[in-house]
């Protein structure tokens, strides 16, 4: 059991971790027609914008109240309500999202209040859906925001049935964590199709923010999960939930509709697989199709290749809990030791890591602890990039934000296949080290310093 610490500098100097709120209006982007909208000052949302764009290299809708000093004292009731006046009648969209920032929370806004008064007095928008989430970035983190922001569109938009006959066995709502990725979710989507499923996936990213080019241009959300389709989740079978920070919407789902659900805390590796197809088989009464035996053989084949390559590295990983459970569990399947790991909040999963201690730190904390410098790898986002290179060790780019490579939106960790080509590019990477490093080359046998740093290495 790995004892979690947390660090106790007056300041984060490398952050690791991203906000409550951009963690919030990451998930409204995952519905159809939505317009995230942050409530506090025009910076709090252009950093998000900026993080967003870097990452998906997509446009990115999100608007702000435009908090003044004078009008965060005074409060925000007005902000609010031109916010939104201004969206409805600009940009039509099918659902508003807000969240809340640092500035508005100190101040104790009633957003609720405010929106209520909004219905009455604006009757073009008395019926447009409007969910608002408390998601103060003075606390918590990103996976926070966004768990706290599913359960709240579970408990708002989600209509319980007025009989458990209209459940339809077929029907599966899949809630899955900030930690997966486009490709992610467009990859269980065809998993749990090939089942004779039909998913619901609340948020669904895959759909909005895979990187498709629409026909017209539109200042919403381009894809997602429609309104009304949220509203029908109470009909489901069942909940898949992926990640233990979706286990609280999961939940809420459950009491408000009678819909079982099952958790799975991690999709990456061939056990957590296995398992996942065990479950499929179970509610759909159909075999596991013929080409995910394949592939699971695949996996256990690269396993076999890969752990040559990663078995005995330590590693130094950084991230979202759910994204350190996810990679730091398969690396230490393939034989890998998880030496530092440093996470940004608290989750009942950091417990259950195959290390000696989880720091809740920022990337200083990760390049600067004493096990640090014996590591073989470091696993975090962008941001880490010169904290591998003065450690001058191989470097994997994984989470958000990936901003200096491509394809951030569509990397793939879960099902056979993801973990399969996880193993390849991981195992590559450090191949590509140890030739660049180790290897002598024709020129340095040449001089002698090849052959006598040969002789030592090996």
Sequence with gaps: MATVTVSKKACSVNPLKMSQPIGGALAFMGLRGAMPLLHGSQGCTSFG????????????PMQTTAMSEVATVLGGYENVEQAVLNIYNRTKPEIIGICSTGVTETKGDDVDGYIKLIREKNAAVAHLPIVYVSTPDFKDAFQDGWEKTVTRIVE??????????RRDPTKINVLPGC??????LDELRTIIEDFGLEPTFLPDLAGSLDGHIPDDFTPTTIGGVGVEEISMMGQAG?????????????????QKTG??????ERLCGLEANDALMAFLTEISGRPAPMKYRRQRGQLVDAMLDGHFHIGGRKLAVGAEPDLLNEIGGLLTEMGAQLLVAVTTTQSPVLQRLPTEEVMIGDLEDLENLAKAKDCDLMVTHSHGRQAASRLKIPFFRMGIPMFDRLGGGHQLMVGYRGARDLIFDISNLLMADHEDNHEPTPDSWRDGVGASHAATSH
């Design 238 to 254: 069942w909940t898949i939930a992926i990640g233990a920070q979706m286990q609280r919407a999961a939940e809420a789902m459950e």
């Design 179 to 184: 930690h997966l990725t486009p490709g992610d």
């Design 259 to 264: 819909v079982p659900f099952r958790l799975f």
């Design 156 to 165: 708002t938009m989600v209509d319980a049935p007025k009989s458990a006959a």
């Design 49 to 60: 914008l900026v993080l967003f764009t870097r990452h998906f290299k997509e446009a990115i």
